[in-house]
């Protein structure tokens, strides 16, 4: 098995490819401590070692966030080989489902909600998909769009600038009754 990696705009994070499926059904999954990973059986062992921060699964794609102690040097091979172990042992990479919490806007605002989205779906995920994360809509209320950042984009330097200056700029240009975007954490 071949595991290519690639350095994302976070340089805390790198991205693995490991050359098939990751997520089943091109979902995706974000885990912030090996507590929250535990439905994950690839999570978990990518948690296993030490310097491990932040895991993310995307559709064909494993990013990997190291904490301030740690050094790609040594914690990419180990990343390597937890990865290709888990794919030999033929478990699955998630067990169970995840089910997203509601998204939060007003049911007269279903028309613009379903613009935003589409829009998010077509043009901004495949761009933040290439360098390792995702955006998730969360909700819209008077104006603005609130948004959450998964993987190498969340925490990186550039995704507030990113938000604002592309995201945002785009979906008022196409989505009148958007005013703002603003980026939302989840705990």
């Not at 043009?123 to 950042?149: C, E, W």
Request: charged letters at 25%.
């Amino acid at each position: 098995m071949f595991i290519e990696t690639e350095g994302t705009p976070n340089p805390a994070t790198l991205k693995f490819l490991p050359g098939r499926d990751v997520m089943p059904g091109g979902g995706t999954a974000d885990f912030r401590s090996a507590e929250t990973a535990a439905r994950s059986p690839l999570a978990s062992r990518i948690f296993a070692l030490p310097g491990v921060a932040r895991v993310f699964l995307g559709a064909d794609f494993i990013t990997v966030t190291q904490d301030e102690e740690a050094e790609w040097a040594s914690l990419r091979p180990q990343v390597l080989g937890a990865i290709m172990d888990h794919y030999m042992s033929g478990l699955p990479v998630i067990e169970g489902s995840d089910a997203d919490g509601e998204d939060d806007y007003d049911p007269e605002d279903s028309e613009i909600v379903e613009q935003i989205k589409e829009l998010l779906d077509t043009r901004v995920r495949p761009a933040v998909a290439g360098d390792g994360g995702d955006i998730v809509f969360r909700g819209f209320r008077d104006g603005i769009v609130r948004l959450h950042l998964q993987g190498a984009c969340s925490g990186c330097p550039s995704s507030r600038a990113t938000l604002k200056h592309g995201v945002e700029n785009m979906l008022r240009h196409y989505v009148p009754e958007v005013v703002a975007v603003e980026q939302v954490e989840e705990v």
